[in-house]
């Protein structure tokens, strides 16, 4: 299995644009879960789905976030209208059961 | 609510020297703490958690409850293990419900 995969791996894009993020996880995998990394605020998970429903969204900022995952085999996060303070690496990581979380490669994000 | 803090934003030691990443949680229930680190250009991978009681390339982990604490040591660093470290915390069986992790620390080993 190649692990958890993400695109794209980089994004710059302007203001005002709407942003989709793309995560495909491990085969198998019951949980999967979005991340945002940023310097000021390290790792925060934004939500979580097992299998395939979102089980606590509460650390999505707002509703400018939206995270969809219409099957066992991908999810989207998506960001409409980005702003600069959506700046950041997103990263996406799926587990089985309470084991352990494996993590893509993440996405960064830039909006200027 | 749950929190998880990492004091030293950058830790530098000189090859052969002990380490100790330090962490320290807030959780009123019983927690299981992780362990993960980032290496230059991979990804963030786990490297212990406080229930394997593993030793995992020399570095080990002790949860004490009384302190709230679960810092992490290597008594004899090597130029290998410079790389982020994150300390996490799972309020329900191993990240069910999503890990809540610190800010992470950066340690450099120089040679």
């Known amino acids: 299995d190649a692990g958890v995969i993400q695109s794209p791996r980089h994004e710059v894009t302007e203001m005002g644009q709407e942003v989709t993020l793309r995560c495909k996880p491990i085969?198998?995998?019951?949980?999967l879960f979005w991340y945002r990394q940023t310097m000021m605020r390290g790792l925060e998970l934004l939500i979580y789905?097992?299998?395939?429903?979102?089980?606590?969204d509460s650390g999505m900022p707002e509703d400018r976030f939206s995270a969809k995952m219409p099957n066992a085999s991908f999810s989207t996060l998506k960001i409409q209208p980005s702003e600069p303070r959506d700046s950041a690496v997103y990263f996406c990581?799926?587990?089985?059961?309470?084991?352990?979380?494996?993590f893509g490669e993440g996405s960064r994000l830039t909006v200027l | 609510a749950q929190r998880v803090t990492q004091p030293e934003k950058l830790l530098s030691v000189f090859k052969g020297a002990p380490v100790e990443l330090k962490c320290n949680y807030s959780?009123?229930?019983?927690?299981?703490l992780f362990w993960y680190v980032q290496y230059s250009r991979q990804r963030l991978q786990l490297l212990l958690r406080?229930?394997s009681r593993e030793s995992i390339k020399g570095f080990t982990a002790d949860l004490n409850k009384g302190e709230t604490s679960f810092h992490l040591k290597k008594p004899f660093a090597q130029e290998e293990d410079s790389a982020m470290y994150y300390c996490?915390?799972?309020?329900?069986?191993?990240?069910?419900?999503?890990?809540?992790f610190g800010k992470g620390t950066h340690l450099i080993i120089q040679p």
């Open positions: 789905f097992n299998n395939n429903v979102p089980i606590d």
């Open positions: 990581a799926s587990s089985f059961g309470t084991r352990e979380l494996f």
């Open positions: 085969s198998g995998h019951d949980y």
């Open positions: 406080h229930i």
């Open positions: 959780y009123s229930g019983s927690p299981e």
């Open positions: 996490a915390l799972s309020g329900r069986g191993g990240g069910a419900d999503g890990l809540t």
